[in-house]
């Protein structure tokens, strides 16, 4: 597919209006910064029952998304085609694999995020109300999903609206987060002491801290995002790079003083009690707990909604760049055809809307941390999937221009085909069963992939 085959007419002088750097990285941080950072260090400290080592789980996941976005930086600079891994995939292993990434990311990948970071947007937007039972599961699901169709409508006016949108929310998340990861780490220097709770170590905290990267791999999924949209930046050999390592950097940046604002602010036996007293779900919103006992419930009310703002940014990005992928395989024949027009400058409607349906779906059939280990999982093994194409396509397509060429190589990649595989594996061995529905689904689209290669063969034979 060509560049030009993702352009039509539009716009001012009949061109359609490129997504500049700006806005590509505004992308990035969107949806990289949203659910995961925002409730999920509480399931770390948990489940290491250290401070501690969840700060060095998260550094871990800096690491690891660093050498991730490295590596995929080359691809998207020498493959600039809106589609992300199922355009990499497709390239590097054929047309199947590029199926699968694209059945995953449209099942799990987008649709999964974009249900629970409404569902968490929606949660700290009401949670000042406090209420209770039916009547808060009834207003936070009447919420989220008003998220999700308006955030889809936005969208669907054209790139545009988008930009505005985008830029203007990507800058308040930014401004709230870092203000709130500032003011914690001043109101809570007193703290330091919850950072000396180094554990012992064996086999069980190093299985416990394996495990735990997958919610922090969860937090840092996105990396990759301006890859999704790269044949509508205006300049994406140069831009599209650019935009993903600025991009990562900040957020690993932003990711670990917020942390350091949690650690500061709630010792590991309290984040225990709270977990045997109330459960699990309870720690889930880390960051509210962290400002009723850094600045008090007078200010931890509006910093909750503030925080729910912040993740609209991160709604907004993910329904931006997820339709991308079924438009493109749409055009592949992959896909139903109708998810593959686009208006007259670009937009994919159609598909859009397809993706909101089915977020809309997982909103209301699944709890968030299912969503969470599930989808955690599969974009792993994907994730591995496309920096492990960089090994391929540098032996199989050797001509192919690579205006950007990943520092480091081969030992950027080999690093985070390693971290990511011993997630995998501890997960596999913590909780077998996620991990066998996560793969059922991947697997399930093999047999698809068979019956709509056969349709569209079917097709092409008929003389009519």
Not at 75 to 97: C, K, N
Not at 435 to 445: D, L, M, P, Q, R
Request: contains cysteine.
């Amino acid at each position: 597919m060509s560049r030009t085959a993702v352009e039509p007419p539009g716009g001012r002088g009949g061109e359609a209006p490129h997504f500049g750097p700006a806005t590509a990285m505004f992308v990035v941080v969107s949806s990289m910064v949203g659910t995961g950072v925002l409730t999920t260090s509480g399931f770390t400290v948990h489940a290491t029952g250290s401070n501690q080592a969840m700060l060095l789980v998260w550094v871990v996941g800096g690491v690891l998304a660093a050498c991730g976005a490295l590596s995929l930086a080359e691809l998207a600079a020498a493959l600039p085609e809106s589609g992300g891994d199922y355009i990499f995939l497709r390239e590097a292993y054929g047309p199947l694999a590029g199926f699968l990434a694209g059945w995953v990311s449209f099942l799990v990948g987008f649709g999964g995020p974009i249900a629970a970071s409404s569902a968490a947007a929606a949660k700290y937007l009401v949670a000042p109300l406090q209420l209770r039972g039916e009547v808060a599961a009834g207003t936070e699901g009447g919420l989220a999903t008003a998220v999700i169709v308006g955030l889809a409508t936005v969208h669907c006016l054209g790139r545009r609206a988008t930009i505005r949108a985008q830029s203007s929310m990507t800058a308040a998340k930014i401004a709230i987060l870092a203000t709130l990861a500032g003011a914690g780490v001043v109101a809570g220097r007193a703290g330091w002491v919850n950072l000396a709770d180094r554990p012992p170590l064996s086999p069980g905290l190093l299985v416990a801290m394996a495990s735990s990267l997958v919610y922090v791999s969860y937090a840092y999924t996105g990396w990759n995002a301006a890859a999704y949209v790269a044949g509508e930046v205006a300049r994406p050999h140069r831009d599209v790079p650019r935009a993903i390592l600025l991009g990562t950097g900040l957020v690993t940046g932003l990711y670990l003083a917020i942390n350091l604002a949690y650690a500061l602010a709630l010792p590991a036996a309290d984040v225990e009690a709270i977990v045997a007293d109330r459960g699990l779900d309870a720690v889930a919103p880390i960051a509210q707990l962290a400002a009723e006992r850094l600045f008090g419930p007078r200010v931890a009310g509006p910093l909750s909604v503030a925080v729910g703002l912040t993740l609209l940014a991160s709604v907004s990005a993910y329904v931006l760049t997820g339709p991308r992928v079924a438009a493109a395989m749409a055009r592949a024949g992959q896909f139903p055809a109708l998810a593959g027009r686009l208006s007259a400058d670009g937009t994919p409607v159609a598909a859009t809307l397809l993706q909101a349906g089915w977020a809309l779906v997982l909103l209301w059939t699944a709890s968030f941390e299912t969503i969470l280990l599930y989808a955690g999982l599969g974009l792993a093994v994907f994730s591995m999937l496309s920096v492990a194409a960089v090994f391929v396509l540098r032996v199989r397509r050797p001509d192919l221009p690579r205006p950007f060429r990943t520092p480091g190589y081969p030992l950027v990649p080999t690093v985070y085909l390693l971290g990511m595989g011993i997630l995998t594996a501890a997960v596999a061995w913590e909780r077998p069963i996620v991990a066998a529905v996560s793969i059922a689904t991947i697997a399930a689209g093999v047999p698809l992939w068979w019956l709509t290669t056969a349709a569209r063969r079917d097709r092409s034979r008929r003389p009519w």
